[in-house]
């Protein structure tokens, strides 16, 4: 039972452009999002959330929307750089706050081109 | 304190055999999580201890692992007569819950059971 799906394995950007990875979800208990990046042989790390009493968060390039009634959300990085190449993870928690337990969805491989 | 810390970062072992890894968290941190990665997926939730006491255990937990946090510092996670289907990455993540960061995972510990 899949409750965060990211049904895009992998996405290709050409630097400059936005990039756009899409994450949805089941479980209407779940009421904070975050995504995470990973490097091969790391560990993921944080980039940004998102509580589900807003529907938009801004940190520099990127910018998290939440459609609470669509079950969706979105990651948006603009402009895209060769450094974002990653995979990139959408989580979900049901406990509303920072450093609980997550969900996670099975990743989107960006890739930013020259 | 660089972080979280997991040990060792590679395992090799032959099924059958016992194997344990270790998460030191970063201290002041409350919560800590287990998750494993199989290729392409999602880290999955294992267990998570709040201090020393271990609140909660996934139901992919079989009675062949057990996760200890004694003294509510360190944390060991036991693997007892591997399998192949054990063969994966074991990430531990630590924070405060309720606090101003999310999560802080560490490298993980990449186990081949052969």
């Known amino acids: 039972d899949q409750q965060v799906k990211q049904n895009s394995p992998s996405l290709s950007v050409q630097e400059g452009r936005i990039s756009i990875l899409n994450c949805d979800y089941t479980n209407s208990m779940f009421d904070y999002f975050l995504w995470y990046k990973k490097y091969p042989a790391e560990g993921p790390t944080f980039l940004i959330s998102i509580s589900s009493i807003k529907d938009k968060n801004e940190d520099g390039r990127f910018t998290v929307f939440l459609n609470k009634s669509a079950k969706h959300l979105s990651l948006h990085i603009v402009p895209s750089q060769p450094g974002d190449s990653a995979v990139y993870f959408c989580a979900a928690s049901a406990e509303g706050g920072t450093a609980s337990k997550l969900t996670f969805g099975t990743g989107t491989r960006l890739q930013v081109t020259l | 304190d660089t972080g979280v810390s997991q040990d060792p970062r590679h395992k090799i072992t032959k099924r059958g055999q016992n194997v344990t890894f270790r998460c030191d968290p970063i201290?002041?941190?409350?919560?800590l999580y287990w998750y494993r990665q199989t290729l392409g997926q999602g880290p999955e939730f294992l267990t998570y201890f709040q201090n020393e006491a271990q609140l909660e255990k996934s139901r992919l937990l079989s009675d062949r692992f057990s996760a200890e946090r004694p003294k509510g510092s360190f944390s060991t996670l036991e693997i007892q007569r591997t399998e192949q289907g054990d063969s994966a990455m074991y990430l531990c993540?630590?924070?405060?819950?309720?606090?101003?960061?999310?999560?802080?995972f560490g490298q993980g510990t990449r186990l081949t059971v052969v």
């Open positions: 993540a630590s924070g405060i819950l309720l606090g101003n960061t999310e999560a802080f």
């Open positions: 201290s002041e941190h409350n919560r």
